[in-house]
């Protein structure tokens, strides 16, 4: 069973940057199939595609988001991370990582989700 948990501070100050880990157990990471995302959902709204990193490392980013944002791995310590800079109010949202196939593709597995605050 692949089990994905996101981990990292749950309230930031605008203007910081934030940084989420993702730490994956079970399952195989060892694959060209698999991509791994982050995915975000604010309050009130839908989800939002941030990014996704494959296992070679190719990263592949929301337009959106892209000057803001980077995703890299770390294999030897199965897990993942994103960092996103120069936070607004607006950037308030659950953040969730998975495992999928494609860019971001069906996501078949989820982590249960952390809530970052961007507040003053």
């Known amino acids: 069973q692949v089990l994905l948990q996101e981990s990292g501070p749950g309230l930031v100050k605008p203007s910081q940057t934030l940084d989420l880990t993702c730490t994956i157990s079970?399952?195989?990471?060892?694959?060209?199939?698999?991509?791994w995302t982050w995915i975000r959902q604010p309050p009130g709204k839908g989800p939002e595609w941030i990014g996704t990193?494959?296992?070679?490392?190719?990263?592949y980013y929301s337009p959106s988001l892209k000057s803001r944002t980077s995703i890299s791995k770390n294999w030897s310590n199965w897990q993942f991370s994103l960092h996103l800079s120069s936070l607004t109010p607006e950037d308030t949202a659950v953040y969730y990582c998975?495992?999928?196939?494609?860019?971001?593709?069906?996501?078949?597995?989820w982590g249960q989700g952390t809530l970052v605050t961007v507040s003053s």
């Open positions: 998975a495992r999928g196939y494609g860019v971001p593709g069906y996501l078949e597995h």
């Open positions: 079970g399952g195989s990471i060892a694959s060209n199939n698999y991509f």
């Open positions: 990193i494959g296992y070679s490392g190719g990263a």
